[in-house]
């Protein structure tokens, strides 16, 4: 967590703290993918905004927001959502066998939620089976610095 205060007081904004969030999350949960997504609802995607592997998922790709079983558990719940199979990420994300193709077969999707609404989702994606529900428990140490992150990113870029 100091590395990640550390960035958050650098200049180099908003790139540095989510460089370190990187970090924190590879620490706490590991991730062998990692990717941020804030939620556009004016425009009804999700953007991409930070990538640790940005020639398969650049910075700036978009998904539309779906309503379905992912939906209705991270931005309907509040929950976050775990696949540990291929099998379970390809049953909600058409992208599967990109992911698959990365050597990642599980998936933890970590919801950031402030004043009541989700304003994105941390993603973290793994081999199979990565994500245990001890792992599962540990990312909600994440929900704080990630929001952090998400203020600052909206701070920079005018909120998307």
């Not at 924190?24 to 993918?33: C, E, F, M, P, R």
């Not at 941020?36 to 930070?50: E, G, L, S």
């Not at 291929?86 to 999707?109: Q, T």
Request: some cysteine; aromatic content about 6%; charged content about 25%.
């Amino acid at each position: 967590m100091m590395d990640f205060m550390q960035a958050l007081a650098a200049k180099g904004q908003p790139d540095r703290t989510f460089e370190a969030l990187a970090r924190l999350v590879q620490d706490t949960i590991g991730a062998k993918l990692f990717t941020t997504m804030v939620i556009d609802r004016d425009r009804n995607v999700a953007r991409r905004n930070f990538t640790n592997m940005p020639e398969a998922y650049p910075v700036s790709g978009e998904k539309p927001r779906n309503k379905d079983r992912w939906a209705d558990i991270v931005e309907g719940q509040h929950e976050t959502f775990v696949a540990n199979s291929i099998e379970e990420i390809a049953a909600v994300f058409p992208d599967h066998e990109l992911i698959r193709s990365l050597g990642c077969e599980s998936c933890i999707n970590v919801p950031v939620t402030i004043d009541g609404q989700v304003i994105g989702t941390l993603n973290c994606l793994h081999e199979a089976g990565h994500y245990t529900p001890e792992r599962a428990e540990a990312a909600n140490a994440l929900k704080l610095p990630g929001a952090v992150a998400f203020l600052l990113h909206e701070k920079y870029n005018g909120g998307a």
